[in-house]
């Protein structure tokens, strides 16, 4: 079970629990949230429930996972985010998912460089990738302020994307 939180100076990263399975429910059903995801059908309650009850199982498993991020001044819920196995390829990947109504904010490149450093720090890991598809140009630039660097186009869960790295050296040399 994921006991590990992370504040930034607007952001908590926190385990993902019951309560967060309506309002994520929410956050991914918003307007064009997983337009560039392979599925973008609604996703059930069930479905959501089933999606934390994994990531939570990917903390067990690998010591690291996605987080539920809030708001610190509100403690609202307004996505997620973290580092997790890209199961076809065994590459850690940073993912982040955040509700429309918090885009362009920096969130995203907040709680991306918060995931980057404990994954480089704490887990030590030597490389961390991000995946995103080809259209997707805000997530490009998130992953691009995060300091990564587009690798090549390549084919990620049955759809076009560009996949992007940062090494552990590199992550460690940023100001």
């Known amino acids: 079970m994921n006991k590990v939180e992370l504040t930034t100076a607007r952001l908590k990263l926190r385990a993902f629990r019951e309560a967060d399975i309506d309002p994520m429910q929410q956050i991914v059903n918003g307007k064009d949230v997983l337009l560039y995801f392979p599925k973008t059908d609604p996703l059930s309650r069930e479905r959501v429930e089933r999606m934390i009850h994994n990531l939570l199982k990917h903390w067990d498993e690998h010591g690291f996972g996605l987080w539920a991020v809030e708001l610190r001044t509100s403690g609202e819920l307004i996505g997620r985010c973290g580092l997790q196995v890209i199961p076809d390829t065994g590459e850690e990947e940073v993912d982040f998912i955040l509700g429309r109504e918090y885009w362009g904010q920096g969130y995203a490149t907040e709680a991306g460089l918060a995931s980057l450093r404990y994954g480089f720090e704490v887990v030590k890991l030597e490389s961390i990738?991000?995946?995103?598809?080809?259209?997707?140009a805000a997530s490009q630039k998130v992953l691009e302020k995060l300091g990564m660097k587009r690798t090549r186009r390549a084919n990620y869960f049955g759809i076009?994307?560009?996949?992007?790295?940062?090494?552990?050296?590199?992550?460690?040399?940023?100001?």
């Not at 990738?129 to 997707?136: A, F, L, S």
Request: a negative charge.
């Open 160 to 175: 076009d994307c560009f996949r992007y790295a940062i090494e552990r050296s590199e992550f460690l040399e940023l100001p």
């Open 129 to 136: 990738v991000g995946i995103v598809h080809i259209e997707n």
